[in-house]
Every structure is written in structure tokens, then in C-alpha cells.
């Protein structure tokens, strides 16, 4: 891998960027790597032989090592043509700085057409394999069965009057498995932990923060604690599940009914999976007192019988190639004279000023689509959400309030927009909370929820007009406290949705773009036509980075069928 000095490179091309009408240190920093690392690559090609660019065109003879057309003597072969694509690095440099998409994910500049990432998670136990070693505490993944998994528990909790937190249950509820010949077989009280047998015996502790599936903890023996006469032995009075049942077998069975409340569902299942918990994700506080207590430490007794828990490493590495976009030209001698003697226009610049803007344009769209994605992605886990008919907590149906039949009276177009922005900052916290690291940043939505945003009171004009955005692009229309309002020139006036999302560093989870080659130039004469023909491509790649990235964007969506915001 190239290693550059980034602190030089940064010196070296910030006063270019600037006179480039490119503002702020971030787009510096990473414009100035990504400009260092594409002079070398171009210097590649120099380097190697005598010439640069198309000059120097040499006879095409033969070479003996086939594919050898860059004259490298020191490859066995003859010289080839010197055909070969051009980096051109002021052309890479317009692109990346009039691509306004880029303002919404952070950038990690490649040296090479492929980067690998390396994450460490921190998970409760450290089992290898999770179904067959039965960790302590773990996540199960019903499957095709978890809509009827949820009911089942969700009717627990709530017949009992249990209160959940972020990740987890106010009080310990304890379930029975449907396992032949256990205690748990003739019913129980959620509420009371078993004493005399642990057999058939599990903890409910809550659904997961990120996926919303719901998370156990067996019970195992401690060595200490049945020691007897004989030694250390097994005691399936003090163990979970026996010692033949795997852990998704044993959930498999289902669930015994409990003999304080009604539940609603079904309680067996047929499909399920085991998954280690992130202690980063879902914190489980009673972990560390061993489940003895969630409230207070262990005694001395407690603590010399148990042993103590375990969270270890988990080490995952991610390859990101970079994918190709690429579009050319056509032009014909007489257009170029025509054009230039009637309008004086020099067509043959003007088209790759044309080419420069439709792969800005696509890259940001690609951008867009790919953050509305991770969106409609948390959507899943928000409040209030069953299926995609359905509305979140951060849903708006204006129809509601104007005329509807939940309206509480006296309400107004401005309090409507005035919800809007609620809504928003409602998401926002939500974002705050369940991603941690930190409150959104800005809104990319259509022109018409972003008019309705704008005749708001506290709403900021965009106090800077960029002087490199092209028209067709997104484009920012102005700031809401310290939010960013983008609108999305290609978003139907009645697509209704806003994205609240945050922007975050490359080392943090999120959408990152990633370039190798902004601009790479391949130009020649048409033997047809004796005219010059153009093809500008990019490389690069749009990838979701970090543990659960989709967890710092919402997607917002907002019913208005009587038009009342526009």
C-alpha cells in the first residue's frame, strides 16, 4: 500500500482547492489525500516509460510479452503504441468537488482498486460457535417465526405489567421451555426465579437494542456450588437444558404457557438460530453480579460460588473493491466547426464539462439512494413500526390534524409544519440514542417538505452558495437550529419522505465513500468519423461501514393527502 505524508499533501493542495472554489478543512483533508494518492497512480504510467499522455505515438510492432503497450523494456517485450488511459487528476479534482453528495458521508480515499477494514466488537461469552457451545447469554433469531415470537413475549411483559428500558426489562422474568419432564411443564410465575430446578427454566431479558430479538440467559451450574462427597458432578437439576439439547433445539420446543397471566400467540416454533450479544449494543448490567441481582453487587458467598462472566473479541474485516461508472462521447467535424463558428463554443471542452457532470450527478444519487436504504433499513426497529403500511413514531399524516379525526382543534397550517420539525428533532434523539455518537446533522427531502420547513420560524437561508454545484444536483436550502436541509432536485413533488441522518468520521459506522480513480480520461480520433471521441469513467465504491451504520439515518415519512404543506 502507498503511505503518504497527509500533513504535506494537505499544505501541498489546500491553496489549490481553494481557488477551486472548494471550502471547508473537511473537503480539504480528504480531497488533498485522495489528490495525493491519484498523482501517484498517474505518475505510474510516466514513470515507467519515456513519454507522457498520447505523445510519442510509436509504430505498432509486436510485442513478445503480450498486453505490454506501456514501453517497459524491463518486461521482456517490445514498446507498444503508448495508447493508454489517461488519469487526469484536474478533471478527478472537478468532480469530486462539484459532487454535493459527498457532503453527506465521510470519505476514505484508496490507494488501490480494493481496501480491506478491520472492527472489533466486544460480545457477552466467547464461544466460537454460539448453537453448539451454548453460551451464557444470547440472542435467538426465530426466524420465520418471530412475528409470533414477539406477540408471545410482548403478551408476557405486558400481562404482567412489566416496564422496559433501551435494550432491556426494569424487572427479571423468568420463562418455561416446552422440554419433556420439567418442572416448567405444569406452569409458573414469570416474576419468582426457580429455586428447587433450573431444569426447563430460562431468563427473558428484554429484546436487543439494534434487531429487536429477543435475548436469554440459561442457567448453568456452578462447580463450587454442588460439590459434594464425590466431587465435582453434573447436576441437570441446576442446568437450563440437558446435557443432549442443543440450545436452539430446546427454543425450538416452545414455550410452556405461564400460570399467573394470559398470553396470546403461539408459543412453539420451528425455525431458530443463537447469536452472541454485543456488550456494546445491549449492555446487560446484571452480567457482571452474575444475574444475582440487577440492583446490587454480589455477597461474598456469591461471588466464591459463581463464576465470573465473560466478554471477549470479536475481529471482523471487511474488502471494499471500487466499481467502475463510465460514459463517452460522439461528436462529428462538422458539428465542432459548426458549433464553434456559429456560437463560439469549443464543444469538444464543453463535452467534458458535460461528462464531469453526469458522473457528479450519478454519484450522488447513488449516494442518496444508499442513505434513504440504511433509513428505510431503522425504520424496521422504530417505534411504533408492524410493516411497511404501517406509521413509526416519527411518521407525520397531516390529514389528521386539518380536518381529521384526530385533529384536537384550532390547529393551522403553520402548527402542522411546526409538528414537521418535531418530527425531525424527535428522529434526531432517536438517532442520539440508538446509534451513540451523537444527534443528526442534516434532512435531504423534496422541494415541497423543504418549502414547508423554510417558512419556519428559526429557519436559517443557505448562508453560502456553492460555486462548484451543477444544475440537477442536490443542493442545500437552508438550516433548522443546527440541522442541514439538502433538497433533492430528483425526488417527486409528492414523495413525501425525509431522511434525518448524521454524517460521521470514517472510523465511526456509517455510509463512507470510498475513491480510487475520480477521473480517468481515454481519448482518441473516431476512425469513422476523424473526430475526437471522449470516455471520462470513475472508480469507486459506496459501502456501509461499522457495526449496525444503518442506525445514524431515519427515514421520515409524511402523509398529506389534502396538500396542506404545499
Same mark, same amino acid.
Given at each position: 500500500?502507498?503511505?503518504?505524508?497527509? !500533513?504535506?499533501?494537505?499544505?501541498?493542495?489546500?491553496?489549490?482547492?481553494?481557488?477551486?472554489?472548494?471550502?471547508?478543512?473537511?473537503?480539504?483533508?480528504? =480531497?488533498?489525500?485522495?489528490?495525493?494518492?491519484?498523482?501517484?497512480?498517474?505518475?505510474?504510467?510516466?514513470?515507467?516509460?519515456?513519454?507522457?499522455? $498520447?505523445?510519442?505515438?510509436?509504430?505498432?510492432?509486436?510485442?513478445?510479452?503480450?498486453?505490454?503497450?506501456?514501453?517497459?523494456?524491463?518486461?521482456?517485450?517490445?514498446?507498444?503504441?503508448?495508447?493508454?488511459?489517461?488519469?487526469?487528476?484536474?478533471?478527478?479534482?472537478?468532480?469530486?468537488?462539484?459532487?454535493?453528495?459527498?457532503?453527506?458521508?465521510?470519505?476514505?480515499?484508496?490507494?488501490?482498486?480494493?481496501?480491506?477494514?478491520?472492527?472489533?466488537?466486544?460480545?457477552?461469552?466467547?464461544?466460537?460457535?454460539?448453537?453448539?457451545?451454548?453460551?451464557?447469554?444470547?440472542?435467538?433469531?426465530?426466524?420465520?417465526?418471530?412475528?409470533?415470537?414477539?406477540?408471545?413475549?410482548?403478551?408476557?411483559?405486558?400481562? !404482567?405489567?412489566?416496564?422496559?428500558? #433501551?435494550?432491556?426489562?426494569?424487572?427479571?422474568?423468568?420463562?418455561?421451555?416446552?422440554?419433556?419432564?420439567?418442572?416448567?411443564?405444569?406452569?409458573?410465575?414469570?416474576?419468582?426465579?426457580?429455586?428447587?430446578?433450573?431444569?426447563?427454566?430460562?431468563?427473558?431479558?428484554?429484546?436487543?437494542?439494534?434487531?429487536?430479538?429477543? =435475548?436469554?440467559?440459561?442457567?448453568?451450574?456452578?462447580? #463450587?456450588?454442588?460439590?459434594?462427597?464425590?466431587?465435582?458432578?453434573?447436576?441437570?437439576?441446576?442446568?437450563?437444558?440437558?446435557?443432549?439439547?442443543? #440450545?436452539?433445539?430446546?427454543?425450538?420446543?416452545?414455550?410452556?404457557? *405461564?400460570?399467573?397471566?394470559?398470553?396470546?400467540?403461539?408459543?412453539?416454533?420451528?425455525?431458530?438460530?443463537?447469536?452472541?450479544?454485543?456488550?456494546?449494543?445491549?449492555?446487560?448490567?446484571?452480567?457482571?453480579?452474575?444475574?444475582?441481582?440487577?440492583?446490587?453487587?454480589?455477597?461474598?458467598?456469591?461471588?466464591?460460588?459463581?463464576?465470573?462472566?465473560?466478554?471477549?473479541?470479536?475481529?471482523?474485516?471487511?474488502?471494499?473493491?471500487?466499481?467502475?461508472?463510465?460514459?463517452?462521447?460522439?461528436?462529428?467535424?462538422? !458539428?465542432?466547426?459548426?458549433?464553434?463558428?456559429?456560437?463560439?463554443?469549443?464543444?469538444?471542452?464543453? $463535452?467534458?464539462?458535460?461528462?464531469?457532470?453526469?458522473?457528479?450527478?450519478?454519484?450522488?444519487?447513488?449516494?442518496?439512494?444508499?442513505?434513504?436504504?440504511?433509513?428505510?433499513?431503522?425504520?424496521?426497529?422504530?417505534?411504533?413500526?408492524?410493516?411497511?403500511?404501517?406509521? %413509526?413514531?416519527?411518521?407525520?399524516?397531516?390529514?389528521?390534524?386539518?380536518?381529521?379525526?384526530?385533529?384536537?382543534?384550532?390547529?393551522?397550517?403553520?402548527?402542522?409544519?411546526?409538528?414537521?420539525?418535531?418530527?425531525?428533532?424527535?428522529?434526531?434523539?432517536?438517532?442520539?440514542?440508538?446509534?451513540?455518537?451523537?444527534?443528526?446533522?442534516?434532512?435531504? %427531502?423534496?422541494?415541497?417538505?423543504?418549502?414547508?420547513?423554510?417558512?419556519?420560524?428559526?429557519?436559517?437561508?443557505?448562508?453560502?452558495?456553492?460555486?462548484?454545484?451543477?444544475?440537477?444536483?442536490?443542493? *442545500? =436550502?437552508?438550516?433548522?437550529?443546527?440541522?442541514?436541509?439538502?433538497?433533492? *432536485?430528483?425526488?417527486?413533488?409528492?414523495?413525501?419522505?425525509?431522511?434525518?441522518?448524521?454524517?460521521?468520521?470514517?472510523?465511526?459506522?456509517?455510509?463512507?465513500?470510498?475513491?480510487?480513480?475520480?477521473?480517468?480520461?481515454?481519448?482518441?480520433?473516431?476512425?469513422?468519423?476523424?473526430?475526437?471521441?471522449?470516455?471520462?469513467?470513475?472508480?469507486?465504491?459506496?459501502?456501509?461501514?461499522?457495526?449496525?451504520?444503518?442506525?445514524?439515518?431515519?427515514?421520515?415519512?409524511?402523509?398529506?393527502?389534502?396538500?396542506?404543506?404545499?
Amino acid at each position: 500500500m502507498v503511505e503518504i505524508n497527509l !500533513e504535506k499533501a494537505k499544505k501541498k493542495w489546500t491553496p489549490l482547492l481553494e481557488n477551486m472554489g472548494v471550502s471547508g478543512s473537511e473537503r480539504h483533508e480528504w =480531497m488533498s489525500e485522495y489528490a495525493e494518492y491519484h498523482q501517484v497512480n498517474e505518475n505510474a504510467y510516466s514513470n515507467l516509460g519515456n513519454f507522457n499522455g $498520447m505523445q510519442g505515438v510509436r509504430n505498432p510492432n509486436v510485442a513478445a510479452n503480450p498486453g505490454n503497450s506501456l514501453g517497459v523494456s524491463d518486461f521482456g517485450g517490445d514498446t507498444g503504441s503508448g495508447d493508454y488511459g489517461q488519469q487526469l487528476l484536474p478533471v478527478a479534482m472537478k468532480i469530486a468537488a462539484q459532487t454535493i453528495g459527498l457532503d453527506l458521508v465521510s470519505v476514505k480515499p484508496t490507494p488501490g482498486p480494493k481496501i480491506d477494514l478491520m472492527y472489533i466488537d466486544f460480545a457477552y461469552d466467547d464461544n466460537t460457535n454460539p448453537t453448539n457451545e451454548r453460551p451464557q447469554v444470547f440472542k435467538i433469531d426465530f426466524g420465520t417465526d418471530k412475528d409470533n415470537a414477539k406477540q408471545y413475549l410482548e403478551s408476557i411483559i405486558e400481562g !404482567e405489567g412489566i416496564r422496559k428500558s #433501551v435494550g432491556g426489562l426494569k424487572e427479571r422474568v423468568f420463562l418455561g421451555l416446552n422440554i419433556t419432564d420439567t418442572e416448567a411443564d405444569t406452569g409458573y410465575d414469570p416474576l419468582v426465579e426457580p429455586t428447587e430446578g433450573k431444569l426447563g427454566f430460562v431468563e427473558f431479558l428484554g429484546f436487543s437494542r439494534i434487531d429487536l430479538k429477543p =435475548m436469554f440467559r440459561i442457567f448453568r451450574q456452578a462447580n #463450587v456450588a454442588t460439590q459434594g462427597p464425590s466431587g465435582y458432578s453434573f447436576d441437570q437439576s441446576q442446568n437450563s437444558l440437558p446435557k443432549e439439547t442443543a #440450545v436452539t433445539e430446546a427454543f425450538e420446543s416452545g414455550f410452556v404457557d *405461564p400460570s399467573t397471566s394470559g398470553v396470546t400467540g403461539s408459543g412453539t416454533f420451528s425455525d431458530s438460530s443463537v447469536e452472541l450479544v454485543s456488550a456494546l449494543e445491549d449492555h446487560l448490567p446484571a452480567f457482571s453480579a452474575n444475574f444475582e441481582s440487577d440492583k446490587y453487587p454480589q455477597t461474598r458467598e456469591q461471588e466464591e460460588e459463581n463464576y465470573p462472566g465473560i466478554i471477549a473479541p470479536r475481529v471482523q474485516s471487511k474488502t471494499i473493491q471500487a466499481g467502475t461508472i463510465e460514459i463517452t462521447t460522439s461528436l462529428k467535424r462538422t !458539428e465542432i466547426e459548426d458549433i464553434k463558428a456559429n456560437l463560439g463554443i469549443d464543444i469538444v471542452q464543453k $463535452m467534458e464539462s458535460i461528462l464531469v457532470n453526469e458522473l457528479s450527478q450519478t454519484i450522488s444519487k447513488q449516494i442518496v439512494d444508499k442513505l434513504f436504504e440504511m433509513g428505510d433499513l431503522n425504520r424496521e426497529s422504530a417505534p411504533g413500526y408492524v410493516d411497511d403500511s404501517s406509521d %413509526t413514531v416519527f411518521d407525520l399524516n397531516v390529514d389528521n390534524y386539518l380536518g381529521g379525526t384526530v385533529s384536537p382543534g384550532g390547529e393551522t397550517s403553520h402548527a402542522v409544519q411546526r409538528r414537521l420539525v418535531t418530527k425531525i428533532l424527535h428522529a434526531s434523539n432517536y438517532l442520539a440514542t440508538e446509534g451513540r455518537v451523537g444527534p443528526a446533522q442534516f434532512v435531504v %427531502t423534496n422541494g415541497k417538505l423543504a418549502a414547508a420547513l423554510s417558512d419556519i420560524s428559526g429557519y436559517t437561508i443557505n448562508p453560502t452558495k456553492s460555486s462548484v454545484n451543477s444544475t440537477g444536483q442536490l443542493y *442545500p =436550502m437552508g438550516t433548522i437550529g443546527d440541522v442541514q436541509i439538502y433538497v433533492d *432536485p430528483y425526488m417527486l413533488y409528492n414523495d413525501n419522505r425525509m431522511l434525518v441522518a448524521r454524517k460521521n468520521n470514517p472510523d465511526q459506522p456509517g455510509i463512507v465513500f470510498v475513491p480510487y480513480l475520480m477521473a480517468q480520461s481515454i481519448s482518441l480520433l473516431s476512425e469513422a468519423t476523424f473526430a475526437p471521441r471522449m470516455l471520462l469513467r470513475s472508480r469507486y465504491a459506496v459501502a456501509e461501514l461499522g457495526f449496525y451504520p444503518q442506525k445514524q439515518y431515519m427515514t421520515i415519512r409524511v402523509t398529506d393527502g389534502s396538500n396542506i404543506l404545499a
